[in-house]
């Protein structure tokens, strides 16, 4: 008797251990924000097909891989197999009956401190012109000039403070369910200064399209300041790269190719020794004619961001990653080629 009670305890054991890994259920759409890869495995990133997610593009949630996901099982037409893994960092949920990602378990609003205790972030930088290839109908894109700031410059995706998964802090239900690109003017309006409003208009041409709303809701949130504050350090950031050597690297070469070894010893040049080892680049492919074009830049920082920041040492204190993206793409012209 006792020995059959101890099989049927550790039987029941062994289920719930198994249960607690078990996927999670969850429903409604992911809408990815950047092209990454979408893995039949999580684990061994196995990728038949080498299939990436299209940015702004909505996908079916099928399930997450734990309560608090890391990674989102969503359904990609055409995909064989069409059940993929991303990272949820790669774009958002909206609508459903997603699990939520918790923000930082103590100090809401704030970035969350890494091992060294500094604050960690992800800067993301645009090359305008390759992202309007991808999205014509973008009123920014509509729009574009070849006397327009965005043809020679960066412009500003996002300050995202980390770890992945540190989005919407404190955020209404209504304004999550909000986040997608085709309801970004739902999104509660960003007040700034009126300086900071014509340099973020002008240094992110996203504004066209509310992309600043987006922006705020999801990571400026979590960014522990003011919307002045958090729109005014990340300008003050891409002033720094827009008037350094890895900005006329790009402006010398549009519509020749750059390697990723070239951009990152530009960002060496321009920050210090081993600042390029901080920066990964991300391409896209044109869908008219297939060409592989340079994006976007993304760069690991870490420490408090003020007023008084240099790029240089944020970048310098974060950790060097091992993988530096894309090995080579066009720096593609302002308008459709």
């Known amino acids: 008797m006792r020995t059959g009670l101890a099989f049927g305890l550790a039987l029941l054991a062994t289920l719930m251990t198994g249960a607690a890994h078990a996927d999670v259920k969850m429903s409604g759409s992911f809408v990815?924000?950047?092209?990454?890869?979408?893995?039949?495995?999580?684990?061994?990133?196995?990728?038949?097909?080498?299939?990436?997610?299209?940015?702004g593009k909505s996908y079916e949630l099928l399930a997450g891989n734990k309560d608090a996901p890391t990674h989102y099982l969503v359904l990609v037409p055409g995909a064989d197999p069409e059940r993929r893994?991303?990272?949820?960092?790669?774009?958002?949920?909206?609508?459903?009956?997603?699990?939520?990602?918790?923000?930082?378990?103590?100090?809401?609003?704030?970035?969350?401190?890494?091992?060294?205790?500094k604050p960690e972030y992800v800067f993301a930088l645009s090359w305008q012109p390759?992202?309007?290839?991808?999205?014509?109908?973008k009123t920014e894109c509509k729009a574009q000039s070849p006397n327009e700031f965005d043809a020679t410059h960066f412009t500003l995706h996002g300050l995202w403070p980390?770890?992945?998964?540190?989005?919407?802090?404190?955020?209404?239900?209504?304004?999550?369910?909000?986040?997608?690109?085709?309801?970004?003017?739902?999104?509660?309006?960003?007040n700034l200064e009126a300086a900071t409003r014509s340099e973020l208009d002008q240094v992110m041409?996203?504004?066209?399209?509310?992309?600043?709303r987006h922006e705020w809701i999801k990571h400026g949130t979590c960014y522990g300041k003011s919307q002045q504050e958090y729109f005014s350090d990340a300008l003050n950031l891409m002033r720094a790269v827009n008037a350094s050597p890895v900005r006329d690297l790009f402006a010398k070469n549009i519509g020749g190719k750059l390697t990723a070894d070239q951009i990152r010893g530009a960002?060496?040049?321009?920050?210090?020794?081993?600042?390029?080892?901080?920066?990964?680049?991300?391409?896209?492919?044109?869908?008219?004619?297939?060409?592989?074009?340079?994006?976007?830049?993304?760069?690991?920082l870490s420490g408090p961001i003020g007023p008084n920041s240099t790029l240089k040492d944020l970048l310098l204190a974060s950790v060097p990653t091992n993988k530096a993206?894309?090995?080579t793409g066009t720096v593609d012209a302002i308008g459709f080629q």
């Open 32 to 55: 990815a924000d950047a092209a990454c890869p979408a893995t039949q495995a999580i684990k061994n990133g196995k990728n038949p097909g080498n299939v990436s997610t299209d940015a």
């Open 85 to 117: 893994w991303v990272k949820v960092s790669c774009g958002h949920v909206a609508g459903g009956s997603a699990a939520t990602v918790p923000a930082a378990p103590s100090g809401q609003g704030k970035p969350p401190a890494s091992a060294s205790g």
């Open 130 to 137: 390759a992202f309007c290839e991808t999205k014509s109908s």
């Open 162 to 190: 980390q770890p992945n998964g540190n989005f919407y802090c404190q955020v209404a239900s209504g304004d999550k369910a909000n986040d997608n690109p085709a309801h970004w003017q739902d999104l509660p309006p960003v």
């Open 205 to 212: 041409p996203g504004t066209a399209s509310k992309l600043e």
């Open 267 to 300: 960002f060496d040049q321009a920050f210090g020794a081993g600042a390029g080892d901080r920066v990964r680049v991300s391409c896209v492919i044109d869908p008219s004619n297939g060409r592989r074009l340079i994006g976007e830049l993304t760069l690991g």
């Open 325 to 327: 993206g894309c090995p």
